[in-house]
């Protein structure tokens, strides 16, 4: 097979423009909030809004995908990052099904740039979940409990969706990087690189494999959410193929 049948074997189809228009992808911020770096993302104004240019989205869009699918086959791990109420709920939906870390409550300050110490409190956390649910607990009296369970809890908004975290992720995908603007600094210093949806109040150029889209819709961020999760999905067959094959060819 040639490299390029390669390529388009691991493709994830991107949906349609007007698949991507109906799930509001296209739909910016008001033209007061415009980051001058997004221009070349821009088509047009309708109602003081700016309009996303669907077919450079599409672009965008099918490369952070393929690079999702191609780095997932050689063993990269990925970590989904939203805290936003709009994208919450969705990023924790599909990092869950996948079993893979997620940050929907706080970005943790030091999770890229000082992990050795965020290291510890995943396992403090882990510790006392096991403990609690081997029963242990039933030593302690029943205030000793309560205080045991409100530090698990606390723990638990901290580093409950990142509890599966043994290293640093090699990829993370982040909704807003305005809002996760911490996320993306550590990122930056850590040289992890970032797949993420980039509005038009934002610099694209701040992240590797930027996606022209409207990251407050719920609907956008589901669409676009999903097909990342369809990437990293796909990215993992793949590696389950090479092992099949593998063990017939022995």
Known sequence: MS???KRKSSEIKVPSVLDLAKAGVHLGHKTTRRSPQMDPYICGVKNSIHIIDLEKTSEKLQAALDFIVESVSRGANILFVGTKPAAKDIVEKYAQELKIPYVTEHWLGGVLTNFSTIS???EKYNRMQKEKEG???EKYTKKERHELSKDIERLKVMVGGISALVKKPDIIYIVDILKEKTAVREAKISKIP????????VNPNLVEWPIPANDDATKSIEL???LIAAAVEKGRKEIENKN???KISK
Do not use: Y
């Not at 970032?194 to 109040?201: F, L, Q």
């Open 3 to 5: 490299e390029e049948n």
């Open 120 to 122: 510890k409190l995943i």
């Open 224 to 226: 676009i959410t999903g």
């Open 135 to 137: 029963g242990e607990w």
């Open 244 to 246: 099949k094959k593998e």
């Open 194 to 201: 970032v797949v993420a949806m980039i509005d038009t109040n």
